[in-house]
Protein backbone atom coordinates (compact mmCIF):
# COMPACT_ATOMS: atom_id res chain seq x y z
CA UNK A 1 0.00 0.00 0.00
CA UNK A 2 1.40 2.97 -1.50
CA UNK A 3 -0.58 5.42 0.64
CA UNK A 4 -2.25 5.40 3.82
CA UNK A 5 -6.01 6.84 4.13
CA UNK A 6 -7.41 7.67 7.58
CA UNK A 7 -11.11 7.36 7.72
CA UNK A 8 -13.43 9.68 8.76
CA UNK A 9 -10.86 12.49 8.76
CA UNK A 10 -10.38 12.03 5.17
CA UNK A 11 -6.89 13.23 5.68
CA UNK A 12 -5.05 11.99 2.36
CA UNK A 13 -1.41 11.92 2.51
CA UNK A 14 1.15 13.60 0.52
CA UNK A 15 2.01 10.39 -1.14
CA UNK A 16 -1.15 9.78 -2.10
CA UNK A 17 -2.12 13.65 -3.78
CA UNK A 18 1.02 13.20 -5.82
CA UNK A 19 0.12 9.37 -6.88
CA UNK A 20 -3.81 10.61 -7.51
CA UNK A 21 -2.29 13.69 -9.37
CA UNK A 22 -0.52 11.91 -11.63
CA UNK A 23 -2.98 9.45 -13.31
CA UNK A 24 -5.18 12.41 -13.21
CA UNK A 25 -2.85 14.36 -16.20
CA UNK A 26 -2.84 10.97 -17.69
CA UNK A 27 -6.11 11.06 -18.83
CA UNK A 28 -7.58 12.54 -21.71
CA UNK A 29 -9.44 15.90 -20.70
CA UNK A 30 -13.53 15.70 -21.60
CA UNK A 31 -14.39 17.67 -24.94
CA UNK A 32 -16.08 21.02 -23.80
CA UNK A 33 -19.67 20.77 -24.09
CA UNK A 34 -20.86 23.29 -27.16
CA UNK A 35 -17.74 21.23 -28.98
CA UNK A 36 -19.39 18.01 -28.84
CA UNK A 37 -22.77 19.69 -29.37
CA UNK A 38 -21.92 20.79 -32.40
CA UNK A 39 -20.48 17.48 -33.51
CA UNK A 40 -23.74 15.75 -32.94
CA UNK A 41 -25.61 18.00 -34.87
CA UNK A 42 -23.29 17.59 -37.56
CA UNK A 43 -23.75 13.79 -37.92
CA UNK A 44 -27.44 14.18 -38.45
CA UNK A 45 -29.23 13.83 -41.82
CA UNK A 46 -29.51 17.40 -43.28
CA UNK A 47 -32.81 19.08 -44.18
CA UNK A 48 -34.35 22.31 -45.65
CA UNK A 49 -37.88 24.32 -45.80
CA UNK A 50 -39.06 25.37 -48.62
CA UNK A 51 -42.59 27.60 -48.36
CA UNK A 52 -44.20 28.65 -51.38
CA UNK A 53 -47.63 31.03 -51.65
CA UNK A 54 -47.96 34.46 -52.52
CA UNK A 55 -46.83 36.62 -49.81
CA UNK A 56 -48.39 39.26 -50.69
CA UNK A 57 -47.02 40.82 -48.55
CA UNK A 58 -45.20 38.91 -46.67
CA UNK A 59 -46.17 38.94 -42.60
CA UNK A 60 -43.97 37.87 -40.07
CA UNK A 61 -45.92 34.32 -39.42
CA UNK A 62 -44.58 33.53 -42.98
CA UNK A 63 -41.10 33.65 -41.39
CA UNK A 64 -41.71 32.31 -37.68
CA UNK A 65 -43.01 28.94 -39.34
CA UNK A 66 -39.85 28.43 -40.24
CA UNK A 67 -38.53 29.46 -37.18
CA UNK A 68 -40.82 26.77 -34.78
CA UNK A 69 -40.23 24.29 -37.51
CA UNK A 70 -36.25 24.87 -36.64
CA UNK A 71 -36.98 24.74 -33.21
CA UNK A 72 -38.41 21.55 -33.35
CA UNK A 73 -36.34 19.57 -35.15
CA UNK A 74 -33.06 20.57 -33.37
CA UNK A 75 -34.71 19.67 -29.95
CA UNK A 76 -35.77 16.38 -31.32
CA UNK A 77 -32.35 16.30 -32.43
CA UNK A 78 -33.72 14.23 -35.22
CA UNK A 79 -32.21 16.66 -38.13
CA UNK A 80 -29.89 19.51 -38.67
CA UNK A 81 -31.67 22.13 -40.17
CA UNK A 82 -29.46 23.72 -42.74
CA UNK A 83 -31.82 26.13 -45.15
CA UNK A 84 -34.93 27.65 -45.62
CA UNK A 85 -36.53 29.35 -48.51
CA UNK A 86 -39.41 31.30 -49.78
CA UNK A 87 -40.56 30.87 -53.40
CA UNK A 88 -43.56 33.20 -54.12
CA UNK A 89 -45.70 32.21 -56.74
CA UNK A 90 -45.80 33.38 -60.50
CA UNK A 91 -47.42 36.19 -61.43
CA UNK A 92 -50.14 34.18 -63.36
CA UNK A 93 -51.68 32.65 -60.34
CA UNK A 94 -54.15 35.51 -60.84
CA UNK A 95 -55.27 35.33 -56.89
CA UNK A 96 -57.18 38.88 -55.99
CA UNK A 97 -54.81 40.96 -54.48
CA UNK A 98 -51.76 40.01 -55.75
CA UNK A 99 -49.02 42.24 -56.12
CA UNK A 100 -46.75 41.82 -59.12
CA UNK A 101 -44.09 38.81 -58.42
CA UNK A 102 -41.18 41.72 -58.55
CA UNK A 103 -42.64 43.68 -56.18
CA UNK A 104 -43.23 40.61 -53.73
CA UNK A 105 -39.68 39.41 -54.28
CA UNK A 106 -38.70 42.88 -53.18
CA UNK A 107 -40.62 42.40 -49.89
CA UNK A 108 -39.28 39.17 -49.10
CA UNK A 109 -35.90 40.34 -49.70
CA UNK A 110 -36.28 43.22 -47.32
CA UNK A 111 -38.41 40.59 -44.89
CA UNK A 112 -35.71 38.16 -44.56
CA UNK A 113 -32.51 40.81 -44.04
CA UNK A 114 -32.34 40.37 -40.40
CA UNK A 115 -32.24 36.18 -41.06
CA UNK A 116 -29.23 34.34 -41.56
CA UNK A 117 -31.11 31.32 -43.08
CA UNK A 118 -34.35 32.28 -44.66
CA UNK A 119 -33.73 33.24 -48.14
CA UNK A 120 -35.52 33.94 -51.33
CA UNK A 121 -35.76 31.76 -54.40
CA UNK A 122 -37.59 34.04 -57.39
CA UNK A 123 -36.97 30.96 -59.68
CA UNK A 124 -40.86 30.34 -60.14
CA UNK A 125 -41.22 33.98 -61.21
CA UNK A 126 -39.33 33.81 -63.51
CA UNK A 127 -40.65 30.73 -65.50
CA UNK A 128 -42.92 31.45 -68.36
CA UNK A 129 -46.39 30.28 -66.40
CA UNK A 130 -47.66 29.48 -63.27
CA UNK A 131 -45.76 26.25 -61.66
CA UNK A 132 -47.23 23.52 -59.99
CA UNK A 133 -46.21 22.96 -56.31
CA UNK A 134 -44.84 19.97 -56.72
CA UNK A 135 -43.06 21.32 -59.70
CA UNK A 136 -41.41 24.01 -57.71
CA UNK A 137 -40.12 21.49 -55.17
CA UNK A 138 -38.51 19.26 -57.28
CA UNK A 139 -36.58 21.35 -59.30
CA UNK A 140 -35.08 22.91 -55.80
CA UNK A 141 -34.51 19.46 -54.82
CA UNK A 142 -32.93 18.69 -57.94
CA UNK A 143 -30.71 21.82 -58.11
CA UNK A 144 -29.26 20.97 -54.38
CA UNK A 145 -28.98 17.22 -55.45
CA UNK A 146 -26.13 18.93 -58.43
CA UNK A 147 -24.89 21.46 -56.61
CA UNK A 148 -23.72 19.04 -53.92
CA UNK A 149 -23.03 16.22 -56.10
CA UNK A 150 -20.92 18.26 -58.66
CA UNK A 151 -19.09 20.35 -55.84
CA UNK A 152 -21.09 23.44 -56.82
CA UNK A 153 -22.68 23.75 -60.15
CA UNK A 154 -26.07 23.73 -60.52
CA UNK A 155 -26.47 21.39 -63.34
CA UNK A 156 -26.60 21.57 -66.71
CA UNK A 157 -30.51 22.68 -66.91
CA UNK A 158 -29.31 25.96 -65.02
CA UNK A 159 -27.57 28.44 -66.66
CA UNK A 160 -28.02 30.97 -64.77
CA UNK A 161 -26.45 30.28 -61.86
CA UNK A 162 -27.31 33.94 -60.50
CA UNK A 163 -30.88 32.66 -59.93
CA UNK A 164 -29.63 30.33 -56.81
CA UNK A 165 -29.20 32.93 -54.11
CA UNK A 166 -31.40 30.61 -52.19
CA UNK A 167 -29.38 27.63 -52.04
CA UNK A 168 -28.37 27.07 -47.75
CA UNK A 169 -24.55 27.66 -46.90
CA UNK A 170 -22.11 25.22 -45.84
CA UNK A 171 -23.86 22.41 -48.37
CA UNK A 172 -20.37 21.20 -49.12
CA UNK A 173 -19.20 20.93 -45.75
CA UNK A 174 -20.44 16.93 -45.78
CA UNK A 175 -21.29 15.08 -48.88
CA UNK A 176 -24.18 13.95 -47.29
CA UNK A 177 -27.61 14.48 -49.12
CA UNK A 178 -29.93 17.66 -48.16
CA UNK A 179 -34.04 16.35 -48.36
CA UNK A 180 -35.95 19.46 -49.46
CA UNK A 181 -39.66 19.39 -47.18
CA UNK A 182 -42.59 21.57 -48.17
CA UNK A 183 -43.38 23.98 -45.17
CA UNK A 184 -47.02 25.08 -44.62
CA UNK A 185 -49.34 26.28 -42.39
CA UNK A 186 -52.95 23.99 -41.55
CA UNK A 187 -54.78 25.70 -43.89
CA UNK A 188 -52.64 23.64 -47.04
CA UNK A 189 -52.99 20.28 -45.24
CA UNK A 190 -56.55 21.12 -45.67
CA UNK A 191 -56.67 22.25 -48.72
CA UNK A 192 -55.55 18.92 -50.18
CA UNK A 193 -59.44 17.63 -49.56
CA UNK A 194 -60.76 20.23 -51.98
CA UNK A 195 -62.20 18.56 -55.09
CA UNK A 196 -60.32 19.53 -57.82
CA UNK A 197 -57.74 21.53 -56.10
CA UNK A 198 -54.86 19.68 -56.03
CA UNK A 199 -53.71 16.82 -58.42
CA UNK A 200 -53.58 13.61 -57.00
CA UNK A 201 -50.46 11.80 -58.42
CA UNK A 202 -48.95 15.61 -56.86
CA UNK A 203 -49.94 15.26 -53.68
CA UNK A 204 -48.76 11.33 -53.36
CA UNK A 205 -45.49 12.60 -54.77
CA UNK A 206 -44.51 15.57 -52.49
CA UNK A 207 -45.98 13.66 -49.35
CA UNK A 208 -43.68 10.40 -50.40
CA UNK A 209 -41.02 11.75 -52.05
CA UNK A 210 -40.35 15.46 -50.16
CA UNK A 211 -42.16 15.45 -46.73
CA UNK A 212 -44.96 18.02 -45.37
CA UNK A 213 -43.79 19.94 -42.35
CA UNK A 214 -47.44 21.35 -41.13
CA UNK A 215 -47.21 24.41 -38.43
CA UNK A 216 -50.81 23.73 -36.72
CA UNK A 217 -52.72 26.28 -34.45
CA UNK A 218 -53.44 24.77 -30.61
CA UNK A 219 -56.68 23.64 -30.81
CA UNK A 220 -56.96 22.62 -34.22
CA UNK A 221 -57.13 18.78 -35.39
CA UNK A 222 -55.07 18.39 -38.56
CA UNK A 223 -54.65 14.43 -37.46
CA UNK A 224 -58.45 14.23 -38.45
CA UNK A 225 -58.02 15.51 -42.43
CA UNK A 226 -54.42 13.02 -41.98
CA UNK A 227 -57.08 10.17 -41.49
CA UNK A 228 -59.78 10.91 -43.60
CA UNK A 229 -57.01 10.92 -46.95
CA UNK A 230 -56.46 7.47 -47.93
CA UNK A 231 -53.05 9.10 -49.38
CA UNK A 232 -52.14 11.28 -46.43
CA UNK A 233 -52.48 8.00 -44.22
CA UNK A 234 -50.61 6.08 -46.30
CA UNK A 235 -47.54 8.47 -46.19
CA UNK A 236 -48.51 9.97 -42.70
CA UNK A 237 -45.14 9.22 -41.19
CA UNK A 238 -43.97 11.75 -43.67
CA UNK A 239 -45.89 14.55 -42.39
CA UNK A 240 -44.40 16.63 -39.61
CA UNK A 241 -47.41 18.01 -37.12
CA UNK A 242 -46.22 20.65 -35.24
CA UNK A 243 -47.99 23.13 -33.02
CA UNK A 244 -47.56 26.68 -32.48
CA UNK A 245 -48.57 27.49 -29.08
CA UNK A 246 -47.84 31.32 -29.82
CA UNK A 247 -51.09 32.57 -32.12
CA UNK A 248 -50.88 34.96 -34.57
CA UNK A 249 -53.54 35.72 -36.81
CA UNK A 250 -52.15 38.50 -39.02
CA UNK A 251 -52.32 37.24 -42.14
CA UNK A 252 -51.96 39.22 -45.77
CA UNK A 253 -55.86 39.30 -46.40
CA UNK A 254 -55.96 41.43 -42.97
CA UNK A 255 -52.73 43.35 -44.05
CA UNK A 256 -54.09 44.33 -47.56
CA UNK A 257 -58.04 45.01 -45.85
CA UNK A 258 -56.52 47.31 -43.61
CA UNK A 259 -54.35 49.19 -46.08
CA UNK A 260 -56.81 49.70 -48.52
CA UNK A 261 -58.95 51.32 -45.29
CA UNK A 262 -56.23 53.48 -44.57
CA UNK A 263 -56.03 51.85 -41.17
CA UNK A 264 -52.38 51.38 -39.64
CA UNK A 265 -50.23 47.95 -39.94
CA UNK A 266 -47.39 49.11 -37.85
CA UNK A 267 -46.21 46.37 -35.66
CA UNK A 268 -47.97 43.77 -38.18
CA UNK A 269 -45.41 43.87 -40.77
CA UNK A 270 -41.84 44.69 -40.93
CA UNK A 271 -40.89 48.18 -40.84
CA UNK A 272 -38.79 47.90 -44.41
CA UNK A 273 -41.94 46.06 -46.16
CA UNK A 274 -44.22 48.64 -45.25
CA UNK A 275 -41.82 51.34 -46.47
CA UNK A 276 -41.74 49.73 -49.66
CA UNK A 277 -45.75 49.03 -49.64
CA UNK A 278 -46.01 53.25 -49.44
CA UNK A 279 -43.44 54.21 -51.97
CA UNK A 280 -45.08 51.93 -54.37
CA UNK A 281 -48.77 52.05 -53.51
CA UNK A 282 -49.41 48.73 -53.43
CA UNK A 283 -52.66 46.99 -52.07
CA UNK A 284 -54.38 50.21 -53.10
CA UNK A 285 -53.16 51.59 -49.82
CA UNK A 286 -54.58 54.77 -48.65
CA UNK A 287 -52.22 57.71 -46.75
CA UNK A 288 -53.12 60.16 -43.85
CA UNK A 289 -50.01 61.55 -44.63
CA UNK A 290 -50.15 65.81 -45.89
CA UNK A 291 -47.26 65.12 -48.12
CA UNK A 292 -49.70 62.94 -50.44
CA UNK A 293 -51.21 66.38 -52.39
CA UNK A 294 -47.32 67.61 -52.60
CA UNK A 295 -45.90 64.61 -53.84
CA UNK A 296 -43.72 64.73 -56.58
CA UNK A 297 -43.93 62.85 -59.96
CA UNK A 298 -41.92 60.42 -59.31
CA UNK A 299 -40.30 58.64 -56.16
CA UNK A 300 -36.93 58.63 -55.24
CA UNK A 301 -36.86 55.03 -54.07
CA UNK A 302 -33.74 52.27 -54.07
CA UNK A 303 -35.88 49.69 -56.10
CA UNK A 304 -32.78 48.18 -56.49
CA UNK A 305 -34.72 44.22 -57.11
CA UNK A 306 -36.52 45.46 -59.68
CA UNK A 307 -34.52 47.27 -61.65
CA UNK A 308 -31.60 44.22 -61.75
CA UNK A 309 -34.86 41.96 -62.83
CA UNK A 310 -36.37 44.37 -65.76
CA UNK A 311 -35.84 47.27 -67.59
CA UNK A 312 -37.92 49.91 -66.36
CA UNK A 313 -37.88 53.90 -66.23
CA UNK A 314 -40.88 54.36 -64.10
CA UNK A 315 -38.59 53.49 -60.52
CA UNK A 316 -35.33 55.85 -60.29
CA UNK A 317 -32.52 55.22 -58.08
CA UNK A 318 -31.35 57.91 -56.02
CA UNK A 319 -29.53 58.61 -52.52
CA UNK A 320 -32.26 60.00 -50.61
CA UNK A 321 -35.64 58.63 -49.69
CA UNK A 322 -38.79 60.73 -49.14
CA UNK A 323 -39.93 61.76 -46.18
CA UNK A 324 -43.39 61.30 -45.30
CA UNK A 325 -44.62 63.87 -43.00
CA UNK A 326 -47.95 63.18 -40.93
CA UNK A 327 -49.90 65.47 -39.10
CA UNK A 328 -48.39 65.39 -35.99
CA UNK A 329 -45.37 66.53 -37.38
CA UNK A 330 -47.15 70.25 -37.88
CA UNK A 331 -44.79 72.63 -35.79
CA UNK A 332 -45.98 74.43 -32.46
CA UNK A 333 -46.06 78.20 -32.86
CA UNK A 334 -43.42 78.14 -29.98
CA UNK A 335 -41.01 75.76 -31.92
CA UNK A 336 -37.65 78.27 -33.77
CA UNK A 337 -36.73 77.51 -37.13
CA UNK A 338 -33.93 75.65 -36.45
CA UNK A 339 -31.93 73.02 -38.15
CA UNK A 340 -33.89 70.62 -35.54
CA UNK A 341 -37.53 71.34 -36.68
CA UNK A 342 -39.96 70.97 -39.54
CA UNK A 343 -41.63 73.15 -40.85
CA UNK A 344 -44.18 74.07 -43.90
CA UNK A 345 -43.49 77.14 -45.92
CA UNK A 346 -44.81 78.41 -49.02
CA UNK A 347 -43.53 79.60 -52.33
CA UNK A 348 -40.12 79.77 -53.91
CA UNK A 349 -36.91 79.24 -51.58
CA UNK A 350 -33.85 77.59 -51.18
CA UNK A 351 -32.68 76.02 -47.92
CA UNK A 352 -29.48 74.33 -47.69
CA UNK A 353 -28.99 71.10 -45.55
CA UNK A 354 -32.74 70.75 -46.14
CA UNK A 355 -35.16 68.60 -48.62
CA UNK A 356 -37.74 70.48 -50.29
CA UNK A 357 -40.56 68.67 -52.19
CA UNK A 358 -42.39 71.05 -54.67
CA UNK A 359 -45.22 70.43 -57.26
CA UNK A 360 -45.40 73.15 -58.49
CA UNK A 361 -44.82 77.49 -57.99
CA UNK A 362 -46.79 79.03 -55.20
CA UNK A 363 -47.90 75.37 -53.85
CA UNK A 364 -47.12 74.08 -50.12
CA UNK A 365 -44.29 72.28 -50.22
CA UNK A 366 -42.37 70.85 -46.82
CA UNK A 367 -39.27 70.91 -45.70
CA UNK A 368 -37.23 68.29 -43.84
CA UNK A 369 -34.32 69.10 -41.49
CA UNK A 370 -32.89 66.26 -39.56
CA UNK A 371 -30.88 65.78 -36.71
CA UNK A 372 -27.65 63.80 -36.70
CA UNK A 373 -29.21 60.85 -34.95
CA UNK A 374 -31.94 60.91 -37.18
CA UNK A 375 -30.22 61.40 -40.43
CA UNK A 376 -28.28 57.99 -39.11
CA UNK A 377 -31.08 56.18 -38.66
CA UNK A 378 -32.35 57.23 -42.31
CA UNK A 379 -29.61 56.42 -43.89
CA UNK A 380 -29.13 52.65 -42.14
CA UNK A 381 -32.85 52.11 -43.59
CA UNK A 382 -31.91 53.29 -47.03
CA UNK A 383 -28.69 50.71 -47.03
CA UNK A 384 -30.45 47.83 -46.00
CA UNK A 385 -33.69 48.45 -48.63
CA UNK A 386 -30.89 48.87 -51.29
CA UNK A 387 -29.60 45.79 -50.53
CA UNK A 388 -32.70 43.98 -51.64
CA UNK A 389 -31.52 42.56 -54.71
CA UNK A 390 -30.04 39.78 -55.82
Known amino acids: MIA???WPNNNITSESFRFWFAISKSRPKP???????????????????????????????HLRMFEIAKDHFEMQGTYRVVGGIISPTH?????????????RCAMVKLATQSSNWIRLSDWEVHQTKWMRTQAVLQHHQNYINNHINSGGAGGND?????????????????????????LCGADLLESFAVPGLWSEADIEDIVANHGLVVITRAGSNPGKFIFDSDILT???????????????????????????????????IDDL???????????????????????????LFTHAYTDNNKNSSSYL???????DMDESDTPSPH??????SRVFCCGEGTLRGSKLLRSGPGQAVQVITMQADEKEESQAKKQKISQAQL
Open 4 to 6: KIS
Open 31 to 61: KKMSAFIEETKSLLPRIAFIACGCFSPPTPM
Open 91 to 103: DSYGKKGLASALD
Open 158 to 182: EPDTHLAGWLPRGLHDSRDPVHLKL
Open 234 to 268: KYQNNITLITNWVPNEVSSTLIRRLLGRGQSVKYL
Open 273 to 299: VLEYIKRQRLFNVKSKYITDAVRPTHL
Open 317 to 323: IGDQLEQ
Open 335 to 340: LQHTAT
